[in-house]
């Protein structure tokens, strides 16, 4: 992992030409959302109306949160496989306090609160025992649907106050953006701002290329680890927030699977699972391609699963392809220094 | 002695012991040979695949995809007998072999050719597999009156009061313990997940290695996709859904460091095993089974917890002797 940094630094001092430019994986990445819109639009005339596709925003902007703080989280060399379940453990906080009375505010310092909770528990047994991140986040994602299931059984909450349907129902004014994709764009520059122009984004690059290297440095490794998995589980109970409230009920069994879906964008985005490597503008990008690609199919009917098998293709291939390209490429003398 | 006493398995398996005095206390029957024949039929596929699973952490790499592998084989073969019902059982369980095998096969050439990391590689693959199940069955069950007696009836075929199901696992723990223990190859394994340049500068064939433990893992895997099929009598796209994670917490429990490197079968059979404890007891003191998961999940991270803090202890004590020796 660390040589192939090596290799970076020195292609960066190498001229870029443009097709390094071309090469770049954003710029992949628009091209597949550019074919996805032509392909779909051709294939179904109801794809590219201004209503459909501000309202299919709603089926993936919750996904999308929690897909922003785990950029930070693939970065660092980490991974968060339980942020699904946190959801289904803060809806059902949420439920609870719900069913006791609590108004739209308390219930929304809920959300973020066990969120964050939930968060912190994960970053708190990661750095404190220095365990892998993909064990204690396996446990984790157990325990904390586990719990869900505990309470509500094969009961379901669905009283919340009508207020409370504002967050995942609603839209801004009288446009037709939804409140969801509006949240979504701020956190996106938000979290933008922070990888690529402080020296925390800085700090996180240098933890997931050597954190080793990084805690010699002076970079207090497990304090900015531990911070961002309670930012992870903050994101995680805001999407819970959303989700509880577009939906308006609470099952144990809500948002099964979409772990998977989320490292899936993110590494499709551009962030190498190995760490050190990845920006925000990629996976905003791999949000919206994947979003529109399972709306266009679902307007011409493909049965879910099979749009499972299309996005698995689709993660294979998007990483297999910048080593065909790098075959390619024609050899120079600083190819021999991968080696 | 005092080394026994040091091994995380030697721990677990007391751990166990206690937990089942524990249990016993409770409910007298729960040590009823009959209830321990069932937890072992139960964990039967469990620890085979885990035995799969392990392999694959061990090299430090990580198996998504034996949910759906599982799923797949297992429709394969249930859409087999129900068109051609006069196949006969062993052409069955080859083909179900086989097409783990292949399965696997893909993962292992992703991974090893095509170099990408096992987590995204079985990612994908997990999603691609399990929608090939339900294009397969196109949404519909293959259900019990649909299947051969043979087919069905195949896991609990029984000799000496203990079913076919226990005797398969049996007789691939056996295999494994001396493949992993005993060959060259086996050894390479670990050899690969302790410390891979390492491993390259002694001659050790990276790719291969990774491209093996994928491909005996799918064997494996197609393997239990028949068993499991055959002995819960239906076959449906949601089969075996969450599998993988069952076999990494056996393995995690089993004191296999997610890092890769180490890891041992036994140590892994005793945390298959632990599992199904848990499952098989929980209904018999009658705790709803919806406290399982949370409990899995409280397992888990307990047994990471102590499994790393016990390392640790045991490094420093070996570099405290050390320096008094020196």
Redesign the interface.
């Known amino acids: 992992m660390n040589k192939q940094n090596d290799v970076l630094d020195i292609k960066k001092i190498r001229k870029t030409s443009w097709l390094d430019i071309l090469w770049q994986w954003e710029i992949i990445l628009l091209f597949i959302f550019i074919m996805i819109i032509i392909i779909n639009s051709n294939l179904s005339p109801y794809f590219l109306d201004y209503t459909n596709l501000m309202n299919t925003t709603f089926n993936f902007m919750e996904k999308a949160i929690i897909a922003l703080p785990m950029i930070f989280v693939i970065i660092c060399g980490d ?1 968060d496989i339980s942020v699904a379940s946190t959801i289904a453990l803060s809806s059902v906080f949420m439920g609870m306090a719900s069913h006791a009375g609590v108004s739209t505010a308390g219930l929304v310092a809920i959300g973020l609160f066990s969120g964050s909770a939930a968060g912190f528990l994960n970053g708190f ?1 990661i750095t404190k ?4 991140a ?3 986040t ?10 869900a ?2 309470i509500l ?2 009961k379901a909450f669905t009283k919340y106050p009508p207020s409370f349907a504002y967050f995942g129902q609603e839209y801004i004014g009288n446009t037709m953006i939804p409140f969801e994709l509006i949240l979504f764009f701020i956190l996106a520059i938000i979290f933008g701002i922070i990888l690529h122009k402080t020296t925390m984004g800085r700090k996180v690059f240098a933890i997931g290329n050597n954190s080793t290297a990084a805690r010699f440095s002076g970079i207090p490794v497990n304090k900015i680890r531990l911070i961002i998995f309670t930012v992870t589980g903050l994101c995680s109970g805001l999407a819970s927030i959303l989700l509880t409230s577009r939906i308006g009920s609470t099952r ?1 069994n809500i948002a099964s699977g979409w772990e ?1 879906e989320i ?2 964008t993110v ?1 499709l985005g551009g962030v190498a ?2 760490g050190g490597k990845g920006n925000v503008f990629g996976v905003i990008i791999s949000i919206f391609i994947i979003g529109f690609l399972k709306f266009g199919m679902g307007l011409i009917n493909v ?1 879910g ?5 299309i ?3 689709l ?2 291939l998007a ?2 392809l910048p ?1 065909l390209l790098e075959r390619l490429k024609p050899k120079n003398s600083f190819s021999n220094v991968k080696k | 002695m005092m080394s026994l006493f040091k091994k995380r398995e030697f721990n677990l398996f007391v751990f166990i012991l206690f937990i089942i005095f524990g249990i016993s206390l409770r409910t007298p029957s729960f040590l009823k040979l009959s209830n321990l024949v069932d937890i072992l039929n139960d964990t039967a596929i469990l620890s085979m695949v885990a035995i799969g699973q392990l392999m694959i952490i061990v090299t430090g790499g990580i198996d998504l995809s034996v949910g759906s592998s599982v799923a797949l084989s297992g429709m394969s073969v249930a859409l087999l007998n129900q068109y051609h019902p006069e196949i006969p059982i062993f052409m069955i369980i080859l083909i179900s072999i086989t097409i783990g095998l292949l399965l696997g096969s893909i993962n292992g050439l992703l991974v090893s050719r095509a170099k990408i990391p096992p987590i995204i590689t079985t990612l994908g693959t997990m999603s691609i597999y399990r929608g090939l199940v339900f294009v397969l069955c196109k949404g519909s069950w293959v259900s019990a009156h649909e299947m051969t007696e043979a087919f069905r009836g195949f896991p609990r075929r029984s000799f000496l009061g203990i079913s076919s199901l226990i005797y398969i696992s049996i007789l691939i723990v056996i295999l494994f313990l001396i493949f992993l223990n005993l060959t060259r190859t086996g050894r390479e394994i670990y050899g690969v997940g302790g410390n891979k340049i390492a491993s390259q500068y002694v001659g050790i064939n990276f790719k291969k290695i990774n491209y093996l433990v994928f491909a005996l893992c799918g064997g494996i895997t197609g393997l239990a996709g028949f068993l499991w099929v055959a002995r819960y009598a239906a076959a449906q796209s949601e089969t075996a859904i969450g599998f993988e994670l069952q076999t990494i917490a056996a393995c995690v429990i089993g004191g296999v460091s997610i890092m890769g490197g180490s890891g041992t079968i036994i140590g892994v059979m005793l945390g298959a095993f632990f599992i199904g404890i848990v499952y098989n007891a929980l209904t018999m003191i009658n705790v709803s089974p919806f406290w399982q998961m949370a409990i899995q999940g409280f397992i888990i991270l307990f047994a990471i917890i102590i499994n790393t803090v016990m390392d640790k202890r045991n490094q420093q004590l070996m570099l405290r002797r050390r320096s008094f020796n020196e």
Do not use: E, H
């Open positions: 991974i047994i025992f220095g365990i892998p993909i064990a204690v396996l446990g984790s994602m157990s325990l904390f649907r586990g719990i299931y505990v059984g094969d144990p998977l490292i899936t590494v699972i190995t049965p699963k099979v749009m499972n098998i996005i698995g293709l993660l294979i990483i297999m080593q």
